[in-house]
Each structure stands twice: as C-alpha cells, then as structure tokens.
C-alpha cells in the first residue's frame, strides 16, 4: 500500500544469535582440541576431522530428507561433531567415529526433531553407544606422545584404570599418584582427544561463563558435588583433586551439562541437575563396572531434565500463590 | 530487596538537548474519538461546524473515558469512520485550519477546593497519562481512599525507552509546573509522600529536582538504574517504594499512585489558565529523519506525514508511535499525533532477524522482570493448553519486550504472550 512495515513490538533485537553461540562453544573447546592433537598426533586430528564433517553431512542430508529448512549454518552440528570427537580415543576407527557421527546427528537430534528438540546430548548418547558397542576401540587408550619413536609403549593405562598402590623394595604397599599434577593439569596422560587437558577446559568453561553463554551454576555444582563425596569417601584431598582432572568431568561439566536442550532453565534446575551428574559420576566410578561414570550421569540426568524443569517453575512477580496452583495441579 | 531482571539498551536520547519549540499549524487535522483504552467519545459537533481550540468536540457517558477538545480553530471538514492502529474502527473529526487559533471563549480555570472537584476538573481537562499507556487520568484518581488508602504518589520520570527524551525536556524546561502538580494532588488528594523517579542516565535532571525541591519534605527525589524497564509501572513501584502490586491488583491497593512527570505538571498548567489537553510534547526522531529531529510541541490530531516531511523522511519503513520497545507501528502516515503519542520515531529498516527454533537458553526466563518463563508459554500456547498457561501466569506479561529481545533465536516470544492471553477465559 505506502511500503510501510508493520510488526508487533519491541522493534529491536539482540546482535546475539544461535550462530553466534555456537561460534563461542567452538572457541572455548579449540584449545583443549589443538592440545588433544599436540598429545595424540595426526590421528586425533583426523579423528576430530572426521567427527566434524561427517556431522555436517548427516545434518545436511537429514534436513533435506524431512524437507525442513537447512540448519548446517547454526553450526550446532560442528560443535555435535567436535564434543563428540573429543570425547573418542586418537586411535579410534574412522567408521566407528562416522557411526558415532550418526547416532548422534540423525537418531538423538533429527529425528527428534533438530535443534533445541532433543532429548539427550548428541554427543553423549553416541558415545555411550560406541562405549557399549565398540567396547575394545573404544577403551584402548593411547599413551602421550606415542607418535614419536621415542616411546616403547603405545598403550597405557589413564588416571582412572592406573593402579594408585605402589610396592615399596621390602613389600609394603604404600598409596602413590600414578601421574603428577603437573601432567593431570596440561593434560600429558591417557584419555580421550579432548578430555585431558584440563587448563584448557577450565580457561574455556571460564570464557563461557564470563561471556554469560553458560551458566556458572552447573559446573560448580557438579564438580563441587562430586569433589564434596570423593573427599567424604576418600578422606584425601589429593585424590579429590586428581578425580576432579581425571576422565571427563571437566569437558563434561563445563561443556556438556551445560547443553541448554538437555539441561534445565532455571538456576535451582541447573543446581539440582548438576548435584545429580556429580552423585552419578561418583557412584559409578567408586562402585560401578565402568571406570569412568560422566556420559552416564549427564544422559541419566538429560533424561529427568523434563521433570526438573517442571519442580523448578520460577515464581512470578506478584504471582497469586501457591494455593491456587496446586489446587489445579491436583485436579490433574 | 531483590532486583527484577531487565536489560540494558543503548539510550540512543540523541534529542536530549533539544529544547521544544511549537511544530508548524498543519492545515488540516484529524482526531480520533478514541484516544486510549475504554470508551470512545461520540462526536459533538457535524460537518460544517465552527470549532475553536479547546472546545470540546467529544464526550461520552462512561466512566473510563475522557473528554475530547478540538486541538485547532476553523471548521469540521467531515465526521469519518476511521481505523484505529489495534485494529478497531472509531469516528473521527477532521478540522480544517484556518490559521488563527481562536482560544475557545468558555475555557475558564477550574475551582479547585476539594478532591471531587480537582477530579472533575481533571476529567474537564480531558487528561490522560501522558507517559504512553494512556490511562484517563481521573479514573486513577478516582480510587476509594476508604477501601484503598494511598499514601505514596509516585511520579514516573524514568523514560527507560530509548530515543524518547519528551518526559526529559518537561523535567528540564518546567520543573516548578511539576513541583506545583505535585503539591496540588498530594493537598486535594491526601497523601502525604511523593517520589520522583529518574533514571540515572538523566543527572542534570536529578540535580535540577532536587536543588527546586530542598525545602519541600513532602517530595524525594529517587535516582533508578537505567535498566528497561524500569518505568513499567509495577517495576517503578517496586523501585520506589519496594511495595510488589499483585496479581489482579493496582497500585492503590498498595497505597501508591502512579503518574506521569508530564501529566502532573499538565495538571498544574489546567488548573493555572483552563487549556484542556490540545497539544503535547513528543519526540521526533529516528534513523530516516535527516533533519530537524527535536522535541515539539504538537496540536493533537496532526498527521505524522506532516512531522516527516519536516523531517525530510522520505526514506521510513517503520514508523512507531513511542519507543522501539514497546511502541506501535502506524499502518499509514495520515494517521495523527493523538494525547498518548509521547513520541513519533521513524526508521529505515524494518525488518527484525530471522526467527530460528527455540534452544532452550533460558534467556527469556532471565530477562523477563517478573520471572515469567516466555519459552514455556510458547510450548503451552502452541499446545493451547489453557491450565498450563494459567499456571505459568501468562496474564501478569506486561509486554515489556525483554523476552523478544534478548532471544539469540528471535523468537517473537511477547507477541505470543499477547496471543496466549487471548486463550484464557475472562472471568
């Protein structure tokens, strides 16, 4: 008519957008992926490669077979294929990374309906698949450096499976850290791409939450729970410090409870979430039969997300309460 | 205390300094007989007649409403069926100018003695708050001080909109107009406090209120953050004096009254020299108007095509009436200036991002000043799940457009909210 726009208010925007989001996901995980591939050589790289494209392509094919609009530019599927790859041994197959990749993508995410809609952390879910699946690639753990001809053993054991009794000459058994903190903090032991470096992981998780990306309230509360049993059970600070950089708390503390599909929205669902991931892990690293127990916990808790959040409503301003609600809640 | 989430937006008050001078006589005007919520007016004059200004050319019999007065002196050009910016269709009275603005010969100032007559005279004076919502402003006078005793008159000068500095240049140009309102309502109306609420992004206005009212103890002058939105009128109410005003309630069952800076001291100048509400002060700004961008004071009824060809906007594709956050859009830009209209912004874009689907950031929930969860209401509007959305309180939105702005997925999650409130039965 007079070309004039027309819209309901408000008329302005946040520059912020999901693009955007993941772009910061993708920063704060690059420098524990770069010292993932420093550690386990080219073969973490192609691992990691591999993880990220083949990601994509899934994404991109399902969009185009649903016929829904393409997505790939969100980048959320790079950040899938990256969580997803850090989360593998270097020395594991490219068809099990690309069945990972899959799992991931296609079955967790599209087929539930693509971002936002998932019920579980696509990352998480495949690995624990291939955990149970490829159990032997999947739990084969490469030792540092193992590229370079320098090391006999390309194998070893990971600050989780190491044996913390150690034999003195005459027999005795004493307790001894099987590495030192220096190698649990710059990541200089066995373990998955991107789960060992652990300064990396906290100056990345540092950077989400001051860029107000993710929620403090998770990652604290899951470490901090986890920290509070293991130094209750264990009675030994050192060993509280070194389960906290051992396996993948940090990565999945900072990184992977914090997924905002698969995670609650408030700050008491965030806290009651991550108590919850830090129980898990604890319980199945100390009485469990896996070693590690973070994929477990964050899946469990992913699956009681839609009840948390539903325990958590907030309180409205000047809200009428809570006679009212729960009179209906009961009718219900 | 806790504090209500908001958000911070750049204030864009490029018009602050800009001191408010008359807008050029249009020759033609057209006013609405529908101004603000409640009734319409029913035209009291026909094609042909001779009006003069501040004559008053609508009225109607129900209580939530206010009287109509011609902005301008010539004749009734025609009484037409006019389309109102919500979608409803009201009279309209056009008048042609004929460049004298002859002052209506029965205009007198009113005696004011008690409440009831103040309130009279603020219903005669056709007042409506002036700050953008529009309430007529002698039903909010009209409270029952038996039943709802008011002990706090909060005046409202926080203007946290970006762009709109019209209530800013009232503080600066007629403080005494403002002090001796107050006076005037606290005296005939009861109550004993008052608080002037500024944001902080205004210092020289804090400083120039609180140096003209040192020796009066009735009147605080309170300094808010600059947060959106902080002028709603829940949130200034709970700024000022901590008080929460329910679901269901108003602030007078919390003692407190809200106004506008602006409406006070037109309460002053009515009852002073006996001009109803013709004109008002906006704000013409905006990134199309490439020149003369300014506070003006405006002759109700003036069509906005008139304020951008002042303004040289030739290139606007949104025009709003009031700020981008919580303003209207104009559908044509005869549409006229009218007594709620506290600023005219015109802008080259209009379009918004592209909406994404929902990630669950919680972003909504984090802004919302009430702590309502907009990401839910949508779920549940989209379901029409009706209980769901009365548990989650959709009813208390006040549409502010937190939500909206801060989603990364830009969802139109306020516009939903006005949407899903639609689907709740009215009692």
Redesign the interface.
């Known amino acids: 008519m007079n070309g004039l726009f027309v819209s309901p208010s408000p008329h302005r925007a946040t520059t912020m957008s999901t693009t955007k989001i993941m772009l910061m996901v993708i920063i704060a995980l690059l420098p524990s992926a770069a010292a993932g591939c420093v550690f386990f050589g080219a073969n973490a790289a192609i691992v990691l490669a591999v993880c990220i494209s083949s990601c994509v392509v899934f994404e991109y094919l399902s969009r185009i077979i649903m016929k829904r609009e393409q997505t790939i530019s969100d980048l959320s599927a790079v950040v899938t294929g990256l969580l997803l790859g850090m989360n593998l041994p270097a020395t594991t197959p490219i068809y099990v990374a690309i069945i990972g990749s899959f799992i991931a993508i296609v079955i967790v995410k599209q087929l539930f309906g693509g971002i936002g809609q998932n019920f579980a952390n696509p990352a998480i879910a495949a690995r624990v698949v291939l955990m149970l699946s490829f159990a032997d690639s999947m739990t084969s753990w490469v030792v540092p450096y193992w590229y370079s001809d320098v090391v006999d053993v390309t194998t070893g054991a990971t600050p989780l499976t190491a044996s913390w009794i150690n034999y003195t000459e005459s027999g005795e058994a004493y307790k001894m850290a099987p590495f030192t903190l220096g190698e649990m903090l710059w990541g200089e032991t066995g373990g998955c791409i991107g789960e060992t470096c652990a300064v990396a992981l906290i100056a990345g998780g540092v950077f989400l939450i001051v860029t107000g990306i993710i929620s403090a309230a998770t990652p604290v509360a899951f470490i901090g729970s986890f920290a509070l049993l293991t130094f209750i059970y264990t009675g030994s600070a050192v060993e509280t410090v070194y389960g906290v950089l051992a396996g993948g708390l940090l990565i999945g503390a900072f990184f992977m409870a914090t997924d905002y599909a698969t995670t609650p929205v408030t700050t008491k669902g965030k806290i009651i979430f991550g108590i919850g991931c830090g129980l898990m892990t604890f319980i199945i690293r100390n009485f469990g039969s896996f070693p590690e127990g973070v994929s477990f916990a964050i899946l469990l808790m992913n699956l009681l997300t839609p009840y948390i959040d539903k325990l958590t409503l907030t309180t409205p301003f000047g809200a009428k309460k809570p006679v009212k609600a729960e009179k209906t809640t009961g009718k219900e | 205390m806790n504090k209500?989430n908001g958000i911070h937006?750049a204030h864009n008050k490029g018009t602050k300094k800009c001191e408010t001078i008359d807008f050029p006589l249009p020759k033609s005007v057209i006013i609405p007989m529908s101004q603000h919520m409640g009734a319409p007016c029913d035209s009291l004059v026909k094609k042909g007649d001779e009006v003069t200004v501040g004559q008053k050319i609508g009225d109607s019999g129900a209580f939530m409403s206010a009287p109509i007065h011609s902005s301008v002196s010539g004749k009734v050009s025609d009484v037409t069926d006019y389309l109102l910016p919500n979608g409803s269709v009201c009279k309209a009275v056009v008048i042609e100018t004929d460049g004298l603005q002859t002052v209506c010969p029965d205009l007198r100032p009113p005696v004011i003695n008690d409440r009831q007559s103040l309130i009279a005279a603020v219903r005669d004076c056709g007042l409506t708050g002036l700050g953008g919502a529009g309430f007529p402003t002698h039903v909010k006078l009209n409270y029952d001080p038996a039943k709802t005793p008011v002990d706090t008159l909060v005046i409202n000068a926080a203007e946290c909109e970006?762009y709109i500095t019209s209530d800013y240049r009232e503080l600066m140009e007629n403080p005494n107009d403002i002090i001796e309102g107050i006076l005037l309502v606290q005296k005939y109306m009861g109550i004993p406090m008052c608080k002037v609420c500024i944001e902080n992004n205004k210092p020289d206005a804090i400083e120039l209120m609180k140096e003209k009212t040192a020796e009066i103890s009735s009147i605080d002058i309170v300094t808010l953050p600059s947060e959106y939105p902080q002028g709603a009128e829940?949130v200034i109410v709970?700024s000022a004096t901590g008080r929460?005003?329910?679901?269901?309630?108003l602030p007078s069952h919390q003692g407190v009254m809200v106004m506008n800076v602006s409406t006070v001291s037109h309460i002053y100048r009515y009852s002073q020299d006996g001009i109803p509400l013709v004109k008002r002060r906006i704000t013409f700004d905006g990134d199309a108007v490439t020149e003369n961008k300014g506070n003006y004071f405006v002759p109700i009824g003036t069509r906005v095509s008139e304020l951008l060809s002042h303004g040289k906007a030739e290139d606007?594709?949104?025009?709003?009436y009031g700020g981008?956050?919580?303003?209207?859009?104009?559908?044509?830009?005869e549409q006229p200036v009218t007594k709620t209209t506290n600023a005219i912004l015109a802008?080259r874009k209009?379009?918004?991002?592209k909406t994404?689907?929902?990630?669950?950031?919680?972003?909504c929930?984090r802004t919302c000043?009430?702590?309502?969860?907009p990401?839910?209401i949508e779920k549940a509007y989209n379901a029409k799940d009706v209980?769901e959305l009365?548990?989650?309180?959709v009813m208390?939105c006040m549409?502010c457009?937190c939500c909206?702005?801060?989603?990364?997925?830009?969802r139109?999650l306020?516009?939903i909210n006005?949407l899903a409130k639609g689907l709740i039965p009215r009692k």
């Not at chain 2, 981008?324 to 830009?333: E, H």
């Not at chain 2, 994404?356 to 972003?363: E, L």
């Open positions: 209500l937006l970006p829940k709970y929460i005003v329910a679901e269901g309630e606007a594709k949104k025009i709003l981008p956050m919580m303003g209207m859009c104009l559908y044509d830009t802008f209009g379009e918004l991002p994404t689907a929902c990630i669950r950031c919680g972003k929930v000043p009430f702590g309502l969860m990401l839910m209980e009365k548990k989650l309180k208390l549409n457009g909206s702005y801060a989603c990364p997925a830009h139109p306020a516009e006005q």
